[in-house]
């Protein structure tokens, strides 16, 4: 069954203390695996796209990794203003249906 | 350039009632999804459609009915509320091919049943 698993579910740290997070997966025939940020009471927004493993990408103080297994969002010196829920999603298989979410890991950043 | 827009932002009903969640993308998007998401699940598509006048069932279709009539819209509908319903409702579009995964959600709808 395809499967994706994040982990801490909350992950508390001071401003500027470096973090990762992890998103692992189980699926068949993966086409990309996706992070996004959400803020309280709105709706998700889209940060990386990764489709092959070894493949990174990154914005602003947040880099995301790809392996045969798993996922990394790596946070380099957060800020407050980072403080959210990222989430995690993976499209197993060419059907729209197929794109399978993680629960989630919130992030809080203390000043 | 609003992206997707949904609305009632914030609805209550009484069990048995009915309703309609109606979303409008201004992307000119192909796919389009409604998702639930309650706390400790994550999100669970509830339908899609990957075109005008196309439906298919998600994950947890059961209790919800939908209508793509124009390529811009998607409503979902509950014809018979029930509490297990309470949630909070995303309505979502995309491109299709590789960039599927992509998705642009609107700001949600807040749906409690008494």
């Known amino acids: 069954e395809d499967q994706v698993t994040q982990s801490p579910e909350a992950l508390r740290l001071q401003e500027g203390e470096s973090s990762s997070l992890n998103c692992s997966y189980t699926?068949?025939?993966?086409?990309?695996l996706f992070w996004y940020r959400q803020d309280p009471g709105k709706g998700p927004e889209f940060l990386f796209t990764?489709?092959?493993a070894g493949e990174e990408k990154e914005k602003e103080r947040l880099k995301a990794t790809l392996t045969k297994k798993e996922s990394f969002l790596h946070i380099t010196a957060p800020k407050p203003e980072d403080s959210a829920t990222y989430l995690c999603a993976v499209q197993a298989g060419s059907s729209a249906s197929k794109i399978i979410f993680g629960s989630g890991t919130r992030l809080s950043i203390r000043p | 350039n609003a992206g997707v827009t949904q609305t009632p932002k914030f609805r209550v009903l009484k069990t048995g009632q009915s309703m309609t969640l109606l979303c409008a993308q201004d992307m000119n998007h192909e796919y389009m999804y409604w998702y639930r998401q309650d706390p400790g699940m994550g999100l669970r598509l509830i339908h899609y459609s990957v075109g005008e006048g196309t439906t298919a069932k998600g994950e947890v279709p059961d209790g919800y009915n939908v209508s793509r009539l124009k390529k811009q819209n998607f409503l979902l509908g509950l014809e018979s509320a029930a509490p297990s319903q309470t949630s909070v409702y995303f309505c979502?579009?995309?491109?299709?091919?590789?960039?599927?995964?992509?998705?642009?959600f609107g700001e949600g709808s807040r749906l409690t049943v008494l």
């Open positions: 699926v068949s025939g993966l086409r990309g």
């Open positions: 979502a579009s995309s491109y299709p091919g590789r960039r599927t995964g992509e998705l642009f």
């Open positions: 990764l489709y092959s």
